[in-house]
């Protein structure tokens, strides 16, 4: 938070051991999204968002699925980056593939 904050040496304790919650808000267990594949984590994502713009939820509730659907769309981006990088090292063995023979079938018709 930003401004003036009149919290004890206590509070702030007490903020840290719930990673960053604010006192009485349990926050949202993500534990079980680092072991969900794409597809999971986008499912529940699109659930969560929709939930989420349904309205109707309380604060402690919406808190909790707005954690937890950043954590899902950090898992989904996550996923992506690995599949970029894939991508990438594919594109890349290839291009020196095709290069390699390029160079040979030049030399071929020397």
């Known amino acids: 938070m930003t401004g003036t904050s009149k919290g004890t040496a206590q509070d702030t304790d007490q903020d840290t051991d719930h990673g960053g ?11 079980d999204v680092a072991t969900m594949s794409y597809e999971q984590a986008r499912s529940e994502l699109v659930e969560t968002v929709s939930r989420l713009e349904a309205g109707g939820a309380g604060l402690e509730e919406s ?3 707005w954690e937890r659907g950043e954590a899902l769309a950090d898992r989904c981006e996550a996923w992506l980056d690995g599949a ?3 991508l990438d090292e594919v594109r890349a063995r290839v291009a020196g593939t ?6 040979g079938a030049g ?3 020397g």
Request: aromatic share 4%; proline share 0%; net charge negative.
């Open 98 to 103: 095709d290069a390699g023979a390029g160079a």
């Open 107 to 109: 030399a071929e018709r």
């Open 84 to 86: 970029r990088a894939k």
């Open 63 to 65: 808190l909790a699925l």
């Open 21 to 31: 919650a604010v006192d009485g808000f349990s926050a949202a267990d993500t534990s």
